[in-house]
């Protein structure tokens, strides 16, 4: 089954970031880095953005 792939708004629908908080996590190495699909499209793995959110502990995961 091919890996399913979530673009910009809908990343943001699960994490508590605005864009310009997210791009600056993925650049510090804190956040699952985008695939580009295209010269101005990216988007980001399902399996790794969820294997980040069930990595952060749960007091932070309630906060979000």
Do not use: N, Q
């Amino acid at each position: 089954m091919a890996e399913r792939l979530l673009r910009l708004p809908a990343v943001l629908s699960l994490v508590p970031w605005c864009r310009s908080t997210l791009y600056a996590k993925v650049k510090a190495g804190e956040f699952p880095p985008p695939v580009t699909l295209g010269a101005r499209s990216v988007a980001w793995r399902e399996s790794e953005v969820s294997a980040w959110i069930d990595g952060r502990p749960e007091a932070l995961r309630r906060a979000a």
